[in-house]
């Protein structure tokens, strides 16, 4: 599985932007896929994440009602939309491969894309 992740940049406060994140070979392998983020000296955390299948979606509670996840089956992709950022939503960010259990949990990704970098300037 290789995954390939753009739509990063420079923003200001209040924009929106969306993020892409192509997974070749992912869906036969996994269970879902997600994106996490990593700001400078913090831990790398759960952003979003999408099941196959029913297609349900779990967000975490600093972006819900901001950010939504999508998936587009024929090109093995999905989208983070991300409306009204904020500061606080710099950081690099990196979308991942499920092999199953938790979206919530970084273990249970077993791969994952290079990122790409969100700065959003208040």
């Known amino acids: 599985v290789q995954l390939q992740a753009s739509g990063g940049g420079l923003v200001q406060a209040g924009s929106d932007l969306t993020l892409s994140c192509t997974a070749s070979g992912a869906s036969s392998r996994s269970a879902g896929m997600g994106w996490f983020r990593q700001a400078p000296g913090k831990e790398r955390e759960f952003v979003a994440c999408i099941n196959w299948g029913a297609g349900a979606t779990f967000f975490a509670d600093s972006v819900k009602g901001r950010f939504t996840i999508s998936r587009d089956s024929s090109t093995d992709s999905i989208h983070l939309q991300m409306n009204n950022l904020q500061p606080s939503d710099t950081a690099v960010y990196y979308c991942?491969?499920?092999?199953?259990?938790?979206?919530?949990?970084?273990?249970?990704?077993?791969?994952w894309g290079q990122g790409t970098l969100v700065t959003v300037s208040s």
């Open positions: 991942a491969v499920r092999r199953g259990g938790s979206c919530f949990s970084r273990t249970n990704y077993s791969y």
